[in-house]
């Protein structure tokens, strides 16, 4: 089955940092580019950065660039999302998704993990 | 940045309502539109790419239409597991996704 789950959140303070990780089975992993995508309680969904197939270009929301870093382990099938200087406002549902290969969508998603940034 | 608007932000339908949400974006994105469905605690789910294209395993009663700036998304005949959030993405220029729609029973 093909298949995404996000681990790594929590309660973490203002200025701290959490590691989201993504483990991917069921496909071929290091063939597909991946996004993380957030919704904050009550919101949308927003688009939060996407990394290539071999992890050498990624890009980032204006919202998180410099704060988060997204890397992933294709000998793991594992997708991270690195934050730093977290604020409340970074409090969400994260998801990893696949892009699909062929044309701009995501296709598969996992079930999210919740980030809260509180004291 | 390309901003996307959906409309309603919710609605109330019986099952067996034909169903239709709008998506309208700041400028236009060619065909380049994606419609999702949410229900809490699921993974989200790709029904239409490509404003008009059919994911592979979504029912037929999904269908989507529009290019340039107006799309829409339409359940022929909604049913009781189609109560759920859906969310159109532009993915001409980044990704952006409109607000949402949620869909509740009448």
């Known amino acids: 089955e093909v298949q995404l789950v996000e681990s790594g959140g929590g309660l973490v303070q203002p200025g701290g940092s959490l590691r989201l990780s993504c483990a991917a089975s069921?496909?071929?992993?290091?063939?597909?580019?991946m996004h993380w995508v957030r919704q904050a309680p009550g919101k949308g969904l927003v688009w939060v950065s996407r990394?290539?197939?071999?992890?050498?270009?990624?890009s980032y929301a204006d919202s998180v660039k410099g704060r988060f870093t997204t890397s992933r382990d294709n000998a793991k099938n594992t997708l991270y999302l690195q934050m730093n200087s977290l604020r409340a406002g970074d409090t969400a549902v994260y998801y990893c998704?696949?892009?699909?290969?062929?044309?701009?969508?995501?296709?598969?998603w996992g079930q999210g993990t919740m980030v809260t940034v509180s004291s | 940045d390309i901003q996307m608007t959906q409309s309603p932000s919710s609605l109330s339908a019986s099952v067996g309502d034909r169903v239709t949400i709008t998506c309208r974006a700041s400028q236009s994105i060619s065909s380049y539109l994606n419609w999702y469905q949410l229900k809490p605690g699921k993974a989200p789910k790709l029904l239409i790419y490509a404003a008009s294209s059919l994911q592979s395993g979504v029912p037929s009663r999904f269908s989507g239409s529009g290019s340039g700036t107006d799309f829409t998304l339409t359940i022929s005949s909604l049913q009781p597991e189609d109560f759920a959030t859906y969310y159109c993405q532009q993915t001409y220029i980044s990704w952006t996704f409109g607000q949402g729609t949620k869909v509740e029973i009448k």
């Open positions: 069921g496909f071929t992993f290091s063939r597909y580019w």
């Open positions: 998704a696949r892009a699909v290969p062929t044309y701009p969508a995501f296709d598969i």
């Open positions: 990394i290539n197939s071999d992890g050498s270009d990624t």
